[in-house]
């Protein structure tokens, strides 16, 4: 917010001697926040920065400066630059789409596991929230800005979990990543872009054995996934369960633990023996 409105202030005082305001000048917005992005000459570090670091450092002037174009559009002066600290936003979704600020949006709580039963066998390593800003990052980084930008709105909730066996600080890490999505289409197309990133992202993977006689097209012509599917990599299993609203991703995860996760937050009953 407030790096919002510095930039508000930056702009404006940039235009003032052309009697215009960002408001009436979104071309000017648009060419800074592109700016942003690429960096200058003089910067090569940022230019060849991951687009996550470059997303996080950005985030605040990009985004905050729509938020507070946004607010002062619909509210004025007042709106974007008092009563914002008084009814400060809660989430990126609210600084991404400030309409579902402005409209007071309200998202139900997203389901969680019993950690300490469900993960008896692991040493947390992390947990934390997936907003939309990091679901935006993680489609940027492989699937592209055009995908991302079709994908992120459609964020309803999500959170993660890694963690470690017991007893084997070798192992690789295990990962319960749990998203929820406006409708089974966002959650199916998700799922699908996640999909695709494996091969991206572990050096072998295939599709198990007992889901060789599921039909669904080879990971890059994936456009839906639906139905729980599993690949093996080189680091363990990877498990995608998409049910109504929700995926649900596990990652080097023992398989009666994957299971039992499934049957808890999606209601899926364990597949037969």
Do not use: C
Request: proline content about 7%; hydrophobic content about 40%; charged content about 25%.
């Amino acid at each position: 917010v407030v790096e919002g409105q510095a930039m508000v202030v930056l702009v404006d005082y940039m235009l003032a001697p052309t009697s215009q305001s960002i408001l009436g000048s979104p071309q000017i917005a648009d060419a800074l926040k592109e700016g942003m992005l690429l960096g200058t000459a003089d910067s090569p570090a940022f230019q060849n920065a991951p687009i996550f670091l470059k997303e996080s450092l950005t985030f605040a002037y990009r985004y905050g400066l729509d938020f507070e174009v946004e607010l002062l559009r619909k509210g004025g002066r007042e709106k974007a630059f008092g009563a914002v600290f008084t009814d400060p936003p809660h989430t990126t979704r609210q600084i991404m789409e400030p309409e579902t600020y402005l409209s007071g949006e309200h998202l139900d709580a997203v389901r969680l596991p019993d950690f300490e039963k469900d993960f008896k066998n692991y040493e947390r390593f992390d947990i934390g929230a997936m907003g939309e800003f990091d679901v935006a990052i993680l489609v940027d980084q492989y699937s592209g800005a055009e995908a991302a930008r079709g994908v992120y709105p459609h964020w309803r909730g999500g959170y993660y979990y890694a963690g470690r066996p017991k007893g084997d600080p070798t192992a690789p890490l295990a990962v319960l990543y749990l998203s929820r999505w406006s409708d089974p289409d966002a959650a199916q197309e998700f799922a699908a872009i996640y999909a695709k990133s494996l091969e991206k992202r572990y050096q072998h993977v295939h599709q198990a054995a007992e889901d060789a006689n599921k039909s669904i097209p080879q990971l890059q012509n994936l456009k839906r996934l639906n139905g729980t599917h599993t690949w093996l990599t080189e680091e363990g299993p990877v498990v995608i369960a998409v049910a109504r609203d929700s995926v649900l991703i596990t990652e080097s995860l023992d398989q009666p633990t994957t299971e039992r996760l499934e049957q808890e937050l999606q209601g899926l009953q364990p597949a037969p023996k």
